[in-house]
């Protein structure tokens, strides 16, 4: 009885002491459980607002992105810019996304969250500066308008690529300049460009526009000898208006003294030849032996002497069929012109041009 007694009691025992491990194990478990669960909401909480923080920048900003940059290169140039301040979470979103970087200049507007700045990054879609020239341009004028955006680039070594009859022919243009080719339009530019990579863009869509025609106008182009010759004249049109509706009878009058054998007699191409694109003509310019100089010489001249525009070489290639061969600006703010068929009607409407100065 007495050995039953210890028994039990060694039982009893050892039944309170697992009991009470039993008890603190479970509330250790419980407490570790709910210390991570709390964790994770917390995290949940601090990653989501991370990934809503907005970016400091106030203001949009252009960033380079070397080729062959890491999301940690990527973070630091972030955080060296003032944009992103935690390139840790940067770097570590990355890798959870497996993101994609691409190189290039970006711009990066202001307060973007972390997944629309990676978004930018993956995107390659790189920064851009608009470039606007306008018809009627020669090539010497083009760099005024293009240093607004870019104004790191040289004049000289942009006139230098123009005159490159050799630089002509890797684009595709057999001429011994590029005058006449670079197509005025607004451009949308990569933010990095030189004055080659401009060049370039400006006469692939000159030479674009020429594929595109070429089913209009056959006959024209046929009696022209091709493109070049088509903006010679689309070129001469372009500086003798302003006003696109004559450009297609100022051109049916240059079609008819092409015809004649007469000489276009256009000044513009007089102040192409010294550069002279306002004031007086002088006589000694006009008698220039310059082959550019259609006050002098009947045809076409050798080439374009400015860039026209897709209205102006449209023009030349459906002129309006008319018997006009003489026109002179009214000068009477109107813009427009006095169209005549022989010379003494063209010497009334310059009298009347004259009177018409005198009362502006």
């Keep these: 009885?007495?050995?039953?007694?210890?028994?039990?009691?060694?039982?009893?025992?050892?039944?309170?002491?697992?009991?009470?491990?039993?008890?603190?194990?479970k509330k250790l478990f419980l407490f570790i459980f709910f210390s991570l669960l709390l964790a994770g909401f917390a995290g949940g909480f601090y990653l989501k607002k991370r990934l809503e923080t907005p970016s400091m920048n106030k203001n949009p900003i252009i960033l380079e992105i070397p080729i062959g940059s890491s999301p940690a290169k990527v973070s630091q140039i972030l955080h060296e810019n003032k944009v992103w301040n935690d390139p840790d979470m940067f770097r570590l979103w990355c890798?959870?996304?497996?993101?994609?970087?691409?190189?290039g200049w970006f711009e990066i507007p202001p307060q973007q969250n972390l997944e629309e700045l990676i978004a930018i990054f993956e995107s390659g879609k790189n920064a851009v500066r608009k470039v606007t020239i306008?018809?009627?341009?020669?090539?010497?004028?083009?760099?005024?308008?293009?240093?607004?955006?870019?104004?790191?680039l040289d004049a000289a070594v942009w006139d230098s690529l123009v005159q490159d009859a050799k630089f002509a022919r890797s684009l595709g243009v057999n001429a011994s300049s590029l005058e006449g080719y670079l197509f005025p339009e607004t451009y949308l530019l990569p933010f990095k460009s030189d004055e080659e990579t401009i060049i370039k863009t400006m006469v692939a869509a000159n030479l674009k526009l020429r594929d595109e025609l070429q089913?209009?106008?056959a006959s024209v182009w046929k009696k022209l000898g091709g493109w070049h010759q088509i903006l010679t004249l689309a070129s001469v049109v372009e500086e003798e208006t302003g006003n696109t509706s004559e450009r297609t009878i100022i051109a049916g009058v240059?079609?008819?003294?092409?015809?004649?054998?007469?000489?276009l007699g256009a000044?513009?191409?007089?102040?192409?030849?010294?550069?002279?694109?306002?004031?007086?003509?002088?006589?000694?310019?006009?008698?220039?032996?310059s082959p550019?100089?259609?006050?002098?010489?009947?045809?076409?001249?050798?080439?374009?002497?400015?860039?026209?525009?897709?209205?102006?070489?449209?023009?030349?290639?459906?002129?309006?069929?008319?018997?006009?061969?003489?026109?002179?600006?009214?000068?009477?703010?109107?813009?427009?012109?006095?169209?005549?068929?022989t010379l003494i009607e063209h010497n009334r409407f310059k009298d009347s041009a004259a009177q018409n100065r005198l009362r502006h």
């Design 1 to 25: 009885m007495h050995q039953f007694i210890q028994i039990y009691a060694l039982f009893y025992t050892l039944g309170k002491f697992f009991s009470f491990k039993f008890d603190v194990m």
């Design 95 to 103: 890798r959870v996304k497996k993101c994609a970087l691409k190189a």
């Design 134 to 152: 306008p018809e009627g341009r020669a090539s010497w004028e083009m760099p005024f308008y293009i240093k607004k955006e870019y104004p790191e």
């Design 215 to 217: 089913s209009q106008g």
């Design 254 to 263: 240059f079609h008819n003294r092409l015809d004649l054998g007469m000489p």
């Design 267 to 289: 000044d513009p191409t007089v102040r192409f030849i010294f550069k002279n694109l306002t004031g007086p003509i002088y006589k000694s310019q006009l008698n220039s032996d």
């Design 292 to 341: 550019y100089n259609t006050r002098k010489f009947a045809g076409l001249m050798p080439g374009p002497i400015s860039n026209p525009g897709r209205q102006a070489i449209e023009a030349v290639l459906n002129p309006e069929k008319t018997n006009k061969l003489y026109f002179v600006a009214k000068d009477d703010g109107s813009g427009t012109h006095f169209f005549g068929s």
